[in-house]
């Protein structure tokens, strides 16, 4: 091997180079033999296995014991046999350090440097802690610097070597085949380095990890001035940095330093981490400067991006008055906001667990609350957690209702980790729900009175328009016993939604035969709505456990909201049908103007009304379909709508026949 040829100057020594890796804020090390000799280790190597530099010339085994049941002694030896290298991500070690037994994960490579005969001279180790990464935690700590001892430490090595002028000479060859090999090293580096020469800065060496960032080829800064080859950082105070960094004699490190960097045909912006250090001749001048470059640019950008997710969520729970929780079922841990350690009577300072939040819980709530956590926790959940109860204790006699919401979060292999989620007082809402409902239900009550009896006098009327034969009267009398009708269903509709909140509603369940129950519907439909075509289709008998009145009031809600909604003459159709599980599907279909997409979701909301710039004067306060799903859902089961906006629309009623 021609070493001077490769090296070009025989003034750039082994020392230099070590001097590089020493200042690398990547842990390094090299290893020789098949023993796996440490011939060398940076601060940052000797600070991740826990040692000090004693260890340096000392077998791997030898000098970290703990290392011997694991496998780096065995990938060492065949990277050394085979000259293949081997790189890993977040592998475990164990190490002791501080007298301490730690276990940390890291990115790592063992690289084969050959020689001309293709044969292992050395290995270049150099490794990562990714142990933060991994736990998901924030971005890595800025890498430990390197301290200015150890370059000091060389610099007097330098002075000893320089006065040893005979041993010197006498290794000559071996100082140049050295060179040789450090300049590989730094070839291979996986952060960037570049070596600049002189008061003119001239780039010397760079390799091609620093020439990624930079944005240039070898060929176009090689031998020329920093300042000259790279024309990009005019304006920016890099080039005034490495001036200062010459002339001073001082070191200038940069964390996350945002800087326009060359890329393609233009620039883009990036933050780096940046390390200028002066490099010094034996005679303590400065010769020239070392850069070494790590680009963080995406690892700065996404703990930026989480850091604004984390604040513009906390900005929302406070907005919203949210107590925040926290619950790791394994270890039992449960923590909190501070608004949630003052509904159960804490102080911020104050730890809380499970047990004493369980306790604030009025007694009456507590097995439920209970039963809906371990609900929320187990296999067959949907991962979801919801419910209302109510919190009580000294500082809070008059207690608060909250209402809980939640979602299990869970590992690889699918087993419950933590249940995170909020509370929200409703305390304030729910009275006032009630005060509304109590005031419907009063003035329900009252109307219900004075409209029994213009239901009678109407009957009256048009009974004495039949036997007058005034045509005129009757249809009068015809049109406002319907609008009384209209009224009465109303009222019933508002009285049935105060049963409902109130817990007032009861389904009396009995075995009846649908077919029955739809022909009496068909009837009574064909005698009042004679605007439509109503077409029942009853196929067979079916027998159903249900409460009759109940599933009568949900179709007869369905079908006079299709005669509300569709055109005079159109077809409205109901039916039933046993479906494959051995439930019963009821439907109703009409033909009228559809449903939105936006509006199905909210369609059996209380109030909702679809489509309000279509429905114009036709009467009605959202109150139908919302009735239809709570009745449905309290025979345990569900209503569904569909529809497209095109026209025609078809409730599913799903029950359990039994």
Not at 384 to 410: C, D, M, T, W
Request: aromatic share 8%.
């Amino acid at each position: 091997m021609d070493i001077k040829k490769k090296f070009g100057s025989a003034s750039f020594g082994e020392d230099l180079i070590l001097q590089a890796l020493s200042c690398s804020p990547e842990p390094t090390s090299i290893y020789t033999g098949p023993e796996m000799t440490i011939q060398f280790a940076n601060e940052g190597m000797l600070s991740l296995w826990g040692k000090d530099a004693s260890v340096i010339g000392k077998a791997l085994i030898s000098a970290i014991p703990e290392l011997e049941d694991q496998p780096f002694l065995a990938i060492l030896q065949e990277v050394w046999r085979t000259g293949k290298s081997y790189s890993v991500t977040e592998a475990p070690a164990r190490l002791i350090k501080n007298g301490v037994p730690v276990t940390d994960y890291f990115d790592y490579e063992y690289r084969a440097l050959l020689d001309q005969n293709n044969k292992t001279w050395c290995i270049l180790n150099t490794a990562r802690n990714v142990t933060l990464r991994r736990q998901h935690q924030q971005q890595i700590q800025e890498k430990e610097k390197k301290e200015q001892g150890l370059m000091e430490e060389m610099a007097a090595t330098l002075e000893e070597l320089t006065a040893t002028n005979d041993e010197l000479n006498s290794s000559l060859h071996l100082l140049a085949e050295s060179r040789e090999q450090v300049r590989t090293i730094i070839e291979q580096a996986p952060v960037g380095i570049a070596m600049l020469k002189g008061p003119e800065l001239i780039i010397d060496i760079a390799n091609p990890t620093i020439l990624k960032i930079w944005g240039h080829r070898l060929a176009d800064v090689q031998g020329r001035p920093h300042e000259i080859a790279r024309p990009e950082l005019q304006g920016q105070p890099v080039n005034q940095w490495l001036r200062e960094a010459f002339e001073k004699g001082e070191r200038k490190t940069n964390n996350e330093l945002s800087i326009l960097l060359r890329h393609n045909d233009g620039l883009r912006e990036a933050i780096v981490n940046s390390i200028y250090q002066p490099i010094f001749s034996t005679d303590n001048k400065v010769t020239g400067i070392l850069i070494i470059l790590e680009d963080i640019t995406d690892q700065v950008l996404e703990r930026r991006k989480n850091e604004k997710d984390q604040h513009m969520l906390s900005m929302a729970i406070d907005a919203g008055e949210l107590a925040t929780f926290y619950y790791e079922p394994k270890n039992n841990l449960f923590s909190g906001n501070a608004l949630l350690k003052s509904w159960f009577g804490l102080a911020d300072k104050d730890q809380l667990d499970l047990s004493a939040a369980i306790s604030s819980i009025i007694e009456e709530d507590r097995q439920r609350v209970m039963t809906a956590i371990t609900d929320a926790l187990s296999e067959k959940s949907d991962g979801n957690y919801f419910i209302e109860y109510r919190i009580a204790h000294a500082q809070s006699p008059n207690g608060r209702l909250v209402q809980a919401r939640g979602k299990v979060f869970y590992d690889a292999k699918g087993k419950a980790v933590s249940l995170n989620g909020t509370l929200r007082d409703i305390t304030e809402q729910k009275a006032e729900e009630q005060r509304k409902n109590d005031f419907i239900s009063i003035v329900s009550h009252e109307l219900k009175t004075p409209l029994t009896s213009i239901n009678a006098y109407l009957q009256l009327m048009q009974r004495q328009a039949f036997l007058t034969a005034n045509t005129s009267y009757q249809d009068i009398t015809m049109k406002s016993l319907r609008q009384v009708r209209n009224m009465k269903n109303l009222i019933n509709g508002f009285l049935n939604i105060s049963r409902f909140d109130s817990g007032r509603m009861m389904i009396e369940r009995e075995v009846f035969d649908l077919k029955e129950l739809f022909a009496e519907l068909e009837d009574e439909f064909k005698l009042r709505i004679n605007s439509h075509q109503i077409v029942a289709d009853l196929t067979q008998s079916l027998s159903i456990a249900a409460d009759p009145n109940k599933i009568s009031q949900v179709v007869q809600n369905l079908v006079e909201n299709a005669a509300k909604y569709s055109p005079i003459g159109t077809q409205i159709t109901f039916g039933y049908l046993p479906t494959a599980n051995q439930d019963v599907e009821i439907f109703v279909s009409d033909q009228g103007m559809g449903i939105a997409e936006e509006d199905r979701d909210q369609i059996f909301e209380r109030f909702y009304r679809a489509g309000k710039d279509k429905v114009g004067t036709i009467s009605g306060f959202g109150i139908g379909l919302y009735l239809c799903r709570e009745i449905v859902e309290l025979h345990n089961g569900h209503i569904t709508v569909e529809s497209n906006s095109a026209g025609g629309t078809t409730f599913k009623v799903r029950l359990p026949a039994q």
